[in-house]
């Protein structure tokens, strides 16, 4: 119905320049919204107010040539002027019907549109550092991003998701590291583990995998590890240079291919781990993308290279830079070390780089909340390399806190003592877990009630919704137990019958679903779906409590039937949209 306005107000418009009482060639956004209060109306636009300005006319003049200009049209029975120059549009209750007909004509099609016109947009999300099991926060991103890419299917996009693996740079050293001390404990040395070394049981458990793979051969003393070794933070020093330079140890101690052998297997176990505990969660990849791989195939220093010949890089301190400032950065960034390594920077810009080359449409990156400052500087970096910045769009997702009745949960990836994914899915449920990570705008802040999350009431938004389409479903049993036949062909040929006002209301409901739709997916908010989808629950348990659905009317049955019917397709929908089920039976 709202492309259907917006097309008679383009044909009125066309019809103004064309008889010259509008400039020739304006093109003005037609912004259609519902109307809140049905005294005005079902929709309002405020096209004569946007070009009252550009036209020095007064609004409400241009509101009414603009309404005489306006093709006549079976679905609108009336037009007014509201305001200062509001048109408001007031719908044909016949064609408010139509929406019970579209969406069981086109099940679970009904409000997909093609307004990505099959361009193909990458997006970016999770891609946690491979060096432990996915905690809560992480939980927060796949969801968002998980959902953010199925809504954008549903609006006519190609989306191609990707997990970014971290498999190079320092803190896959440390891990292995770390890793390689706790099969040295199992041999029964005696170790003061790093205070900046990966602690949790998981590397224990890597540590038993080396053991069977490699049995003793990798196992040095204590002494000779840790033989002028600097301090420790604890001792008095320095906690990076004491990693590194057990990191250094260790590959002085273990040949090539055995601390390679430390490496992969930590890499690989816990990258399974993960690629399992998504899967679990619903949240699938088209492509798991390896850092490594942009270090090995020359990526970065092609990438490089651009830069300096477009100017943008110098050398100082021995180390070269890039001209970030140049582009609106606080600060010029290094790309290449002193000891001629690129920066996790350099390799990020050379990952950018090969994903435009691609041809994608707009890169898509769900990034957390500690990468605010990260922004400004890629997005310089892409425009010196000869792109459109706003290629790159960036969704910040803000992080969960975890409540355990009122006591908050602290977290540390290091130390370990953090809760999983999997322990979170564990206690409320994979579906009430994406469920509720999705409700708020991603760059809030949320708390994660365990205990609202976990039960059965109407105070948990997602059990409201579910119980919704199981009662709908009930209805349909109801009915098969009165021996009667739902006869949706009789139904559509009454929907005429639908005149009560819970019934008038919960078809208004329905027929916003394509516009959240496409609201949701192009503003990247599911959050708004979530929140639709509760109003569809409401107008639907009044509608329920208040009108009998199996009455003995054949054509009245059948007509509150198909709106019943309609109302649980939309309610399947969306919830399949945000990663959850419609159960029939609660």
């Known amino acids: 119905m709202k492309s259907q306005i917006e097309q008679l107000l383009k044909t009125a418009l066309s019809q103004l320049q064309q008889q010259g009482a509008l400039p020739a060639g304006m093109d003005t956004p037609l912004q259609i919204e519902r109307t809140r209060d049905k005294q005005y109306g079902d929709f309002a636009c405020n096209i ?48 408010k019907y139509q929406v019970i007909t579209d969406i069981l004509t086109t099940g679970k099609q009904y409000g997909h549109s093609q307004l990505g016109a099959g361009k193909t947009l990458h997006i970016e999300f999770v891609s946690s550092n491979p060096t432990g099991p996915l905690h809560v926060g992480h939980g927060r991103s796949a969801a968002y991003g998980a959902t953010v890419a199925d809504l954008l299917e549903t609006v006519g ?51 038993e995998q080396i053991k069977k793979t490699a049995g003793a051969r990798l196992h040095k003393t204590a002494a000779e590890v840790f033989k002028d ?84 890089l110098y050398e100082k301190d021995g180390a070269c830079w890039f ?44 990034l957390g909340a500690d990468h605010h400052g990260y922004v400004t500087r890629v997005r310089a970096a892409i425009q010196a390399l000869g792109y459109n910045p706003d290629l790159f769009i960036t969704l910040i997702v803000q992080f969960a806190t975890l409540y355990r009745g009122k006591e908050r949960v602290q977290m540390s ?56 389409h199981a009662r709908i479903c009930s209805v349909f049993r109801q009915l098969n137990e009165k021996k009667w036949l739902w006869d949706s062909s009789l139904g559509l040929a009454h929907l005429a019958e639908l005149t009560q006002a819970h019934e008038l209301d919960l078809i208004a409901e329905l027929a916003r679903y394509p516009e959240v739709l496409s609201t949701a997916a192009t503003h990247y908010e599911p959050h708004m779906l979530a929140h639709y989808l509760r109003e569809v629950a409401n107008a639907f348990h009044a509608y329920y409590n208040a009108v009998p659905f199996l009455v003995e009317s054949v054509t009245v049955r059948n007509a509150r039937l198909n709106l019943i019917a309609a109302t649980r397709q939309v309610l399947a929908n969306g919830l399949e949209l945000l990663g959850v089920s419609a159960p029939e039976v609660m």
Request: hydrophobic share 40%; proline share 3%.
């Open 157 to 207: 996009y190609k989306v191609h998701r990707e997990y970014y693996v971290n498999d190079g740079g320092r803190q896959m050293d440390i891990l292995a590291t770390s890793v390689w001390l706790r099969y040295l404990q199992i041999y029964g040395e005696s170790i003061d583990f790093p205070s900046n070394g990966y602690k949790g049981e998981y590397i224990s458990a890597i540590g």
């Open 229 to 312: 070794i600097p301090a420790d933070e604890p001792q008095g020093g320095d906690k990076e240079i004491h990693i590194d330079a057990l990191i250094a140890r260790a590959k002085q101690l273990l040949t090539t291919s055995d601390y390679q052998l430390v490496f992969n297997t930590a890499l690989e176990t816990i990258l399974a781990d993960i690629r399992a505990d998504l899967a679990e969660f619903g949240v699938h990849y088209q492509d798991w993308f390896s850092e490594r791989s942009l270090l090995n195939n020359g990526a970065v220093e092609r990438t490089i290279a651009k830069l300096k010949a477009n100017g943008y």
């Open 413 to 468: 990836t290091r130390s370990g003592s953090f809760v999983t994914l999997r322990e979170l899915r564990g206690e409320v449920g994979t579906e009430a877990a994406r469920f509720f990570y999705i409700l708020r705008k991603c760059e809030q802040h949320m708390d994660f009630d365990l205990e609202l999350a976990k039960s059965q009431s109407n105070e948990n938004p997602l059990y409201y919704l579910q119980y919704a």
């Open 323 to 366: 001209r970030a400032t140049d582009f609106g950065d606080d600060k010029d960034r290094v790309v290449l070390r002193e000891n001629g390594q690129p920066t996790y920077f350099a390799v990020d810009i050379a990952h950018y780089q090969f994903n435009l080359e691609r041809g994608f449409y707009k890169l898509i990156n769900v």
């Open 48 to 95: 004569a107010m946007m070009l009252a300005k550009p036209t020095q006319r007064k609004p409400r003049e241009l509101a009414e040539q603009i309404i005489a200009q306006l093709p006549a049209s079976d679905l609108i029975i009336k037009t007014e002027i509201a305001g200062p120059g509001f048109i408001n549009f007031f719908l044909n209750q016949a064609t």
